[in-house]
T-cell receptor, first 113, second 114 residues
Framework: DAGITQSPRHKVTETGTPVTLRCHQT?????MYWYRQDPGHGLRLIHY???????DKGEVSDGYSVSRSKTEDFLLTLESATSSQTSVYFC????????????FGEGSRLTVL | AQSVTQLGSHVSVSEGALVLLRCNYS??????LFWYVQYPNQGLQLLLK??????LVKGINGFEAEFKKSETSFHLTKPSAHMSDAAEYFC????????????FGTGTSLTVIP
């Protein structure tokens, strides 16, 4: 298994506060992704990275920003959390682009009150 | 526009019966197609993938899927369901945009009845 760890695994916060979720990988994979999982919506892509300092938006990027200063770390930031951002967030990595396998972390459950 | 459509958010089968989970894709270019499984409180794991080689793809745990271009489908099957197959299943597609994005369907929850 690819070593992917997400932190924190659980977080409760209040509307309007900033939140940062961290994804750390030990596999030296080039590509990293942030998804959110919600009932009835499956997984939706928030942002992804195709290299250090190279990122792009996904389907549901509004209200989220990302940064990747090192190969192993991909940060997802909610500048001002809203209740609609209550979700389970998954980080994934891949080494071989569009034809390759995604490796997933165990998820971070965020509740915004 | 939805790139991947999974028909049936919940499927129930008896233990030993055929499992059929449906996935249709929308793409004007040849896609790469995947099935992932998610067990409770875990991340997703790859079951199998189609990358333009054989149209019938075999995966782990006895699952297989057939790519049918004429029907734009990639349905997942297993001849005989086991209790341990109970999980959420996701169909995914890539290669339909310029980047390396992967798009997922809304998922199908499989229940296996003893």
């Amino acid at each position: 298994d690819a070593g992917i760890t997400q932190s924190p695994r659980h977080k409760v916060t209040e509307t309007g506060t900033p939140v940062t979720l961290r994804c750390h990988q030990t596999e030296n994979h080039r590509y990293m992704y942030w998804y959110r999982q919600d009932p009835g919506h499956g997984l939706r892509l928030i942002h992804y990275s195709y290299g250090v300092k190279d990122t792009d938006k996904g389907e549901v990027s509004d209200g989220y920003s990302v940064s990747r200063s090192k190969t192993e770390d991909f940060l997802l930031t909610l500048e001002s959390a809203t209740s609609s951002q209550t979700s389970v967030y998954f980080c994934a990595t891949a080494n071989s682009g569009r034809a390759g396998e995604l490796f997933f972390g165990e998820g971070s459950r965020l509740t915004v009150l | 526009a939805q790139s991947v459509t999974q028909l049936g958010s919940h499927v129930s089968v008896s233990e030993g019966a055929l499992v059929l989970l449906r996935c249709n894709y929308s793409s004007s270019v040849p896609p790469y197609l995947f099935w992932y499984v998610q067990y409770p409180n875990q991340g997703l794991q790859l079951l199998l993938k189609y990358t333009s080689a054989a149209t019938l793809v075999k995966g782990i745990n006895g699952f297989e899927a057939e790519f049918k271009k004429s029907e734009t489908s990639f349905h997942l099957t297993k001849p005989s369901a086991h209790m341990s197959d109970a999980a959420e299943y996701f169909c995914a597609v890539s290669g339909i945009t310029a980047g390396n994005q992967f798009y997922f369907g809304t998922g199908t929850s499989l229940t296996v009845i003893p």
